[in-house]
């Protein structure tokens, strides 16, 4: 009996989560894959149809012009929050007094509510009477379209030099730009804690032994500091990659339907699974969409972790 209760003991114990991890990822996966086989609308499945949805995704530029604006979105948030929350935990590990307060404050934006934040946000963005548009004019320069301007960053920095860049190399729109800078403000607080957490794990020894050798605080920061933390700097990075493939809430709120910003530039490859599957109500189309999302974040995952094999160290 008791060897009985050795080996289903730990079961008992992660039954609970790993029944809602059946019942609310593994089964939904499931079914989206079948799904996207099926003529599948709102009212039930119809035809079995194969491959055809997937022979569309080839061919759909909205598609891939989602997806563009998603790699975007990845290609400047993850770079910049772990940049940021590195920068800002190593700042805030050099505070004694007040430490306490000031790592809550910069976790507050993350436990706040998306939708209060987004709102507020625009709010900021506003062409008129934004915030953002009022600091530019303080600063003597002329204001923004931000949430209304459909031209890339690159092209709009270009242009007044008498530079014109291609669609392709105009880099994100002004507007999805906007939607980056609220990502990254809001994923800073949650890094900021993680990199704490990792940057007072790491023993005093290690820099005394250092200012001995007579390393400067630049060479200590590069040569001890970023190779001592970077499991954190692994973690940071593979979740910031997932959530920010998954951005949604800011998009809808923010320069929200029927276009997904201007001229679609902020529409992220979420969106145009919400758009197909709700708006539409092509469940099989947006479920063959979901799976292609699931693999490329499978891919990339797979991908950090060879990676992390060769440059964490543990």
């Given amino acids: 009996m008791r060897k009985f209760l050795n080996k289903t003991g730990p079961w008992l114990y992660i039954f609970p989560a790993l029944l809602i991890i059946i019942l609310f990822r593994f089964i939904p996966i499931i079914g989206s894959f079948i ?4 003529e599948w609308t709102i009212s039930g499945p119809g035809d079995f149809i194969g491959l055809a949805n997937y022979k569309r995704l080839l061919t759909d530029m909205e598609f891939w012009k989602s997806m563009l604006n998603t790699f975007y979105l990845v290609i400047f948030v993850v770079p910049m929050t772990i940049v940021f929350s590195l920068l800002f ?5 050099q505070i004694k007094a007040l430490r306490s307060f000031f790592r809550t404050v910069y976790f507050i934006p993350f436990v706040t509510s998306l939708v209060s934040l987004s709102i507020i946000w625009k709010i900021i963005f506003n062409q008129q009477t934004g915030l953002a548009n009022s600091f530019l004019k303080f600063l003597g320069f002329e204001p923004l379209k931000w949430l209304a301007e459909s031209k890339g960053i690159f092209y709009l920095m270009l242009e ?3 530079i014109e860049l291609p669609g392709w190399a105009g880099g994100p729109s002004l507007a999805l730009f906007a939607i980056i800078i609220v990502t990254v403000w809001r994923s800073i607080g949650y890094n900021v804690v993680i990199y704490l957490a990792g940057l007072q794990n790491i023993s005093k020894s290690y820099y005394e032994a250092a200012e001995i050798d007579g ?3 630049v060479r200590q920061f590069f040569k001890l500091t970023l190779p001592l933390i970077s499991p954190t700097t692994y973690y940071v990075l593979m979740m910031t990659t997932i959530t920010t493939f998954q951005v949604f809430s800011q998009v809808y709120l923010m320069t929200g ?3 997904g910003g201007p001229d ?4 992220v490859i979420v969106y145009y699974i919400y758009e197909k599957g709700f708006d539409l109500q092509d ?3 947006a479920s063959a969409i979901a799976l292609v999302l699931f693999f490329i974040i499978l891919s990339l995952t797979m991908l950090q972790k060879h990676f992390e094999k060769k440059h964490v160290h543990y």
């Fill in 35 to 38: 799904i996207s086989f099926f």
């Fill in 89 to 93: 935990a190593v700042l805030l590990n």
């Fill in 160 to 162: 007044p030099f008498g």
């Fill in 215 to 217: 390393a400067s605080k």
């Fill in 257 to 259: 339907p029927p276009i």
């Fill in 264 to 267: 679609g530039t902020t529409k």
């Fill in 283 to 285: 469940l099989s189309y």
